[in-house]
């Protein structure tokens, strides 16, 4: 028998202004630690410290433009787009868009405070 999962768990999300983060499939909504899928809203100007996760990060931009950094460069995700995030890469993600971003992450294995690694 199917699943169905109600409603997403609101998370609380790390970075310098409110950042809201419905988990529909995770460790805290469904319990789930193999993979977890969130819809994720970022007003303009929202930025979160950097991290070195034990995860991979698929992100597909639904609205606005995501902006996904590394020690490489940066790359500007639009509405349309996806991006692949790798395990081990450290990677800062901000919406500097004037109308911020909405976005779905799928992070395998679950995403889990202790599996992110972020800066101090």
């Not at 988990?23 to 929202?46: C, H, K, Q, Y």
């Not at 070195?52 to 639009?78: H, N, S």
């Not at 995030?85 to 901000?94: D, I, K, L, P, T």
Request: aromatic fraction near 6%; charge should be negative; charged fraction near 20%.
């Amino acid at each position: 028998m199917p699943t169905l999962i109600q409603q997403p768990s609101i998370i609380e999300a790390a970075g310098n202004t409110p950042k809201i983060i419905e988990e529909f499939i995770g460790r805290v909504n469904s319990n789930t630690d193999a993979l977890s899928i969130a819809r994720m809203t970022s007003p303009s100007g929202w930025i979160e410290p950097g991290q070195q996760p034990e995860f991979d990060e698929y992100t597909i931009v639904l609205k606005g433009m995501l902006r996904v950094t590394t020690r490489d460069g940066a790359v500007d995700v639009a509405a349309g787009q996806a991006v692949i995030a790798h395990r081990g890469e450290w990677v800062q993600y901000s919406t500097p868009g004037t109308e911020g971003a909405e976005y779905i992450a799928v992070c395998l294995p679950a995403f889990s405070p202790q599996l992110v690694h972020r800066d101090e």
